[in-house]
């Protein structure tokens, strides 16, 4: 009779040890999510003032920030308004939105996420 005395597999440990690190990144990914699908909603809705072309040109700045703060604020995104620079220069408006999210994660541990959009619209 032949034993074979060689262990194959994962020990307890390295399981448990594999787990841990799928949970966090499972947490992570969870935690991270909704500040992603804000910025769809700001995405989308810069998309939509660029469409509309004439419409968002003939717009003061104070009227553009406002169209899209409305546009935004069904989804719980606030834009400051450090966050929204717009430039008109000759008879194009050039809409940057550049803005952070600040998600605590683990503790006193959190995660920054960045976004940029830049849109242009012609008169």
Do not use: C, W
Not at 18 to 35: E, M, T
Not at 62 to 85: N, W, Y
């Amino acid at each position: 009779m032949n034993l074979n005395t060689k262990q194959r597999g994962m020990t307890a440990m390295s399981m448990v040890l594999i787990g841990f690190l799928v949970g966090i990144v499972a947490v992570s990914a969870i935690k991270i999510y909704p500040s992603y699908y804000d910025d769809f909603a700001v995405a989308t809705a810069l998309e939509n003032m660029q469409e509309e072309g004439a419409k968002t040109a003939s717009m003061s700045s104070k009227q553009i920030r406002d169209t899209l703060q409305k546009r935004i604020a069904t989804s719980g995104v606030r834009l400051g308004k450090e966050d929204v620079e717009i430039i008109k220069d000759k008879g194009n408006i050039t809409i940057n939105v550049n803005y952070e999210v600040r998600t605590s994660m683990f503790g006193n541990i959190d995660a920054i996420t960045k976004f940029s959009h830049t849109i242009t619209v012609a008169k």
